[in-house]
């Protein structure tokens, strides 16, 4: 299965990113409200590990539906898949994000995806993910920054 394999480095209290990720059910408390993704509404089915947040993008025809696999406050890592309808051609999708703290109150944001496109979507697919995560870490940094 193809990867992405990112991190992005964040001026951040490393327990402010952990304490937003880990609050899954409220992706709407960082996900950048003036980004090219935006999100109309998301819907929760469920709590703790195996919860899934169905996520409505505006101009989007289906949610983006997510779904908690894992999530360990002691080693600062998370598990995720998206289910049901997925955007951008991408048939099966996994991610594992971990945060690592840094020197002087910073922290990497360590994220690894495993995707597998419709055959001649895998650019689309690659593009679509590394856009998401760009936002996703903006959006965790400037959340937890204002915080």
């Known amino acids: 299965m193809p990867t992405i394999d990112?991190?992005?480095?964040?001026?951040?209290?490393p327990q402010a990113i952990w304490d937003l990720i880990a609050d899954f059910a409220d992706i709407e408390?960082?996900?950048?409200?003036?980004?090219v993704v935006r999100i109309e509404r998301v819907e929760i089915e469920g709590e703790g590990i195996g919860l899934?947040?169905?996520?409505?993008?505006?101009?989007?025809?289906?949610?983006?539906s997510e779904r908690l696999e894992f999530l360990d406050p002691e080693t600062y890592?998370?598990?995720?898949?998206?289910?049901?309808?997925?955007p951008a051609g991408i048939r099966r999708y996994h991610a594992r994000g971990r945060l690592s703290p840094l020197p002087?109150?910073?922290?990497?944001?360590?994220y690894l995806g495993e995707f597998?496109?419709?055959p001649g979507r895998e650019?689309?697919?690659?593009?679509?993910?590394?856009?998401?995560?760009?936002?996703?870490?903006n959006g965790?940094?400037?959340a937890a920054t204002r915080n």
């Open 52 to 64: 899934t947040r169905h996520i409505y993008n505006e101009g989007m025809p289906a949610p983006v």
């Open 6 to 13: 990112v991190h992005h480095d964040c001026t951040a209290d």
């Open 77 to 86: 890592t998370w598990r995720l898949s998206i289910v049901g309808d997925r």
């Open 104 to 110: 002087g109150q910073a922290c990497r944001i360590s």
């Open 29 to 35: 408390a960082w996900w950048p409200a003036d980004g």
């Open 123 to 137: 650019m689309e697919a690659r593009q679509f993910l590394l856009g998401a995560y760009q936002l996703m870490f």
């Open 116 to 118: 597998e496109a419709e």
């Open 140 to 142: 965790l940094e400037q």
